[in-house]
């Protein structure tokens, strides 16, 4: 259990903070009898076989001194210094979320959780965490059970995805699986277990039949082995093909590990000679890799006896990045060598939900050297977003440096015209102050007012300035003179004809608005004419029938408008 800790000298951070745990919790028990400082070395040793740095791994040690024990942040500090005092503190933040499924926005908890970390190792050690939790669920109450593998497959386990780690996706899926849907758990296992076998002794009798083939021409692959479908994606895969275990095709999948990308794309051709591809399913993840950066050819095959198989082919590297995601980042000693590997893996532009682990990836691609990296992930990557907090405990995504007024029209329109005041983390502020990410706002309302013209100097939403605007117009129309341009001019591009001014004109009339101004232009080396006019302010509904009008007036060729004086 302890074997791999030998790797750290006695004198570093991580052999200390063995020792400083084991002292904290030496009273204590897990509740399946264990010491507690079993837990904690388990999330260590996976922190350190993802090759996390050293720092990560004594963090992890230490990552539930400051909640259980009698120790305090500042203990640590002075043992520790600040880089583990910062992690260990983003991991004691973690903790106070809970997540429940009357939770309506899980993707903003998942952002949350990512904007709260500060640093992304504490996301990565926290998934450790919740991994040995997970595999030691079998001894909490039940109910505990239900909410924490609730919690896994909603927000952990696409966590883990996200971020690449698909195998620990996976698996803290399969892990929630039995306590999630018990008895489709069972019933899976059953279903499965003898078609899993069948299949697993089909893959083994096809990999030397690859392996001479790719032989033959001149192919060493670095491996060849199976994977079997992990049980909760295969349950997720049934749903969708109607509990029909024959329409899966990928149960047990053949995988082909090689050396370049061009030997990747060679013995997809290989196998395509030899084997017919059925139609349509041959998947390019190099050339297009998936959102979270996974590479792979996939196709599948009608191969020995006829029957239906996945291949999948791949470099090393891809599987390591598949393997562990934007962990394998550390294990790279050469980044420089990478840099076109980054190119590659960031590929992927046309999934706007993503765009922030893409922000992420782009990040990662601009540090030269491993200390620089880390360094950036302690920076708030969501630096143009805040998440804020509702005395419910619903989670307010708000563009950063939004004040409380924002926060108001974002909850209700009428809360951010009869807001008052507001207090963030129970202190009344006032209503331009800057929101930060955890701040808990409430608003004061009191009924019968109205929003000020002043907020429109602070507000950083247009939804709230498009609200504040509505309610001053309704409220002053001399307001809204100040805050609002004064007429609208157009320019109305068409070829001249007899009576073209005069439909013009009845457009304008027919919507009662009056033309303070109209001069029609005669260019002589054109063919077309322009027409300006310009009128007062309209309401946006008035002016969209207008342009309406306009446009559908023969012979008008283009319409601009543009405010002013
Ligand atoms: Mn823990």
């Known amino acids: 259990m302890t074997e791999w800790l030998k790797k750290y000298p006695p004198q570093s951070m991580v052999t200390k903070a063995y020792e400083f ?17 079993t837990h904690c070395l388990a999330v260590a040793k996976t922190v350190h076989d993802w090759r996390l740095d050293e720092t990560s791994v004594a963090a992890a040690l230490l990552h539930d001194v400051v909640e259980d024990t009698v120790y305090t942040i500042q203990n640590i ?11 260990v503190n983003g991991l004691t933040k973690l903790k106070t979320f809970q997540y ?22 504490v996301v990565i050690i926290k998934l450790a965490d919740r991994l040995h939790n997970m595999q030691t669920l079998e001894v909490l109450p039940l109910d505990d059970q239900k909410r924490i593998a609730l919690e896994t497959a909603e927000i952990y386990a696409p966590l883990a995805y996200r971020f690449g780690m698909q195998r620990l996706s996976g698996e803290l899926e399969d892990l929630a699986f039995p306590y999630l849907y018990p008895n489709e758990y069972e019933w899976l296992l059953k279903t499965v277990k003898e078609e899993f076998s069948e299949r697993q002794i089909y893959a083994n009798k096809l ?5 001479k083939l790719l032989r033959e021409n001149e192919i060493i692959p670095v491996g060849i082995d199976s994977r079997a479908k992990r049980y909760f994606s295969l349950y997720k895969k049934l749903l969708r093909h109607d509990m029909n275990l024959e329409k899966i095709y990928d149960l047990v999948a053949i995988r082909i590990i090689v050396k370049t990308v061009e030997e990747c794309y060679a013995v997809l051709g290989i196998i395509h000679k030899i084997w017919q591809p059925l139609p349509g399913r041959i998947k390019d993840y190099i050339a297009r890799p998936k959102p979270n950066g996974y590479r792979s050819l996939h196709t599948i095959v009608f191969s020995v006896d006829n029957k239906i198989t996945e291949i999948q082919i791949r470099t090393e590297e891809m599987h390591e990045e598949a393997e562990l995601g934007i962990a394998a980042h550390w294990a790279y000693e050469q980044i420089k060598s990478s840099e076109k590997h980054w190119k590659n893996w960031l590929g992927v532009r046309e999934r706007k939900e993503l765009l922030w682990v893409e922000q992420l990836r782009n990040w990662q691609k601009n540090f030269s050297n491993q200390k620089e990296f880390i360094e950036s992930l302690k920076i708030d990557f969501f630096k143009d977003r805040i998440f804020v907090i509702t005395p419910q405990n619903d989670v307010i995504d708000l563009p950063a440096g939004a004040t409380p007024v924002d926060f108001a029209y974002r909850i209700h329109s009428e809360i951010g015209n009869q807001c008052v005041g507001a207090k963030v983390n129970g202190k009344v502020v006032s209503l331009n102050c800057e929101l930060r990410s955890g701040d808990v706002i409430e608003i004061i309302t009191q009924r019968g007012k109205k929003p000020s ?15 504040i605007k509505n309610a001053l117009r309704a409220k002053n129309k001399l307001l809204l003179k100040k805050i609002a341009p004064l007429g609208i001019e157009f320019k109305i591009v068409n070829k001249d ?15 009662k608005i009056n033309i303070i101004f109209l ?15 310009k009128c007062g302010n309209l309401e946006r509904d008035k002016l969209e029938k207008l342009l309406v009008k306009l446009k559908a007036i023969p012979e008008t060729k283009e319409v601009h408008h543009k405010f002013g004086r």
Do not use: C
Request: net charge positive.
């Open 21 to 37: 745990a084991g002292e904290a919790h030496k009273d204590m028990k897990r509740l399946n009898g264990d010491s507690y400082i």
């Open 77 to 87: 500090e002075k043992d520790f210094g600040g880089e583990i005092t910062f992690l």
């Open 100 to 121: 429940s499924s009357k939770d309506q926005n899980v993707e903003n908890m998942r952002k949350l959780i990512i904007a709260f970390s500060k640093d992304l190792r």
């Open 207 to 211: 990999k030397p039949i690859v392996q």
């Open 453 to 467: 013209p002043e907020w429109l100097k602070f507000i950083k939403t247009s939804l709230a300035a498009n609200y």
């Open 497 to 511: 004809r007899p009576g073209y001014l005069k439909d013009i004109t009845a457009a304008f009339a027919e919507l």
């Open 519 to 533: 001069a029609s232009q005669i260019d002589q080396k054109s063919i077309f004419s322009t027409v300006s006019v």
